[in-house]
């Protein structure tokens, strides 16, 4: 199932007391990957009493909220992962853990990217001090206030009749073929993105824009929001130096294209599901 349902995940940034007393995930980075654990042959990230043994070398912590009633927390700090254990990039865990734990993942690494990188006023550059309501950071000398960034960006499959147009990023390995994304602008609506993006990229006109789903996606920051569009007019033009290959596919000639843990390969699996 597409995770279109509130989970058991519920935000807070101030630490409860006892919350370190009681049961516990740590999202324990060390750079960009996270320290695992593997269990019956998946991973998981470490609990409180991993954590508590390991006694890790870590900075900051900040506290995520609850999960399952598993108060979780994001610390970061250096060296090499410990014996027994595996540090994982967020792509490497993506679809080797459970998703909630995914998102709790990247959601804790964008947390501790924010702090790392807004501990100056990026106006008046004193140093900032956490908010006292809201999981941001207030500048004392001009009152400036940063929350944790989020790029909402628009990933689109445009379909004609039974077919579907996938493209071919210039950077991506050969054969790998996925729909249409891109980043909003400011000032744009996220349908304008739409329109704008797959004329760019492809040179065609949509009609009839059908919200999917969204999917936040750490790498580093994004929010997908995905769309259905039919094609309106306009022959295939492929954007120089973005896209190098771009074709309408048939369901029983797919070429390789992304699993169903990235929200395009939901949209892909979602309209060939309309057409049984
Ligand atoms: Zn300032």
């Not at 004392?140 to 940063?146: A, F, K, N």
């Not at 499959?157 to 991506?172: C, D, Q």
């Not at 009609?207 to 936040?216: A, T, V, W």
Request: proline share 6%.
């Amino acid at each position: 199932m597409w995770p279109s349902e509130p989970d058991l995940f519920f935000p807070d940034h101030v630490e409860p007391e006892g919350a370190k007393d009681g049961p516990s995930w740590y999202f324990a980075f060390l750079g960009s990957e996270l320290v695992c654990k593997s269990v019956s042959g998946s991973i998981e990230p470490l609990s409180g009493d991993d954590f508590r043994w390991l006694d890790l070398d870590m900075g900051e912590k900040h506290y995520l909220g609850t999960y399952e009633q598993n108060h979780c927390f994001a610390v970061r700090g250096k060296g090499a992962s410990p014996e027994g254990y595996v540090a994982l990039d967020l792509r490497g865990i993506l679809g080797r853990v459970q998703q909630p734990i995914f998102y709790l993942s990247g959601r804790a690494k964008q947390i501790l990217d924010w702090s790392e990188t807004h501990r100056f006023c990026g106006r008046c550059g004193e140093k900032t001090d956490y908010h006292k309501s809201d999981r941001a950071k207030i500048c004392p000398r001009c009152g400036l206030i940063c929350y944790p960034r989020l790029s909402p960006s628009i990933i689109v499959l445009v379909t004609r009749g039974e077919e579907m147009l996938l493209a071919r990023n210039v950077n991506w390995p050969a054969g790998m073929y996925s729909t249409l994304a891109g980043f909003v602008e400011s000032g744009e609506s996220i349908e304008q993105t739409v329109h704008r993006e797959v004329h760019e990229e492809v040179g065609l006109q949509v009609k009839e824009l059908r919200y999917f789903g969204s999917q936040s996606w750490p790498f580093p920051n994004s929010l997908m929001l995905g769309f259905h569009a039919e094609y309106k007019s306009g022959e295939i033009v492929c954007q120089a130096g973005e896209i190098a290959d771009a074709q309408w596919f048939k369901r029983d000639s797919l070429p390789q294209t992304p699993p169903k843990t990235a929200i395009s390969g939901w949209l892909i699996e979602e309209f060939v599901r309309s057409l049984a």
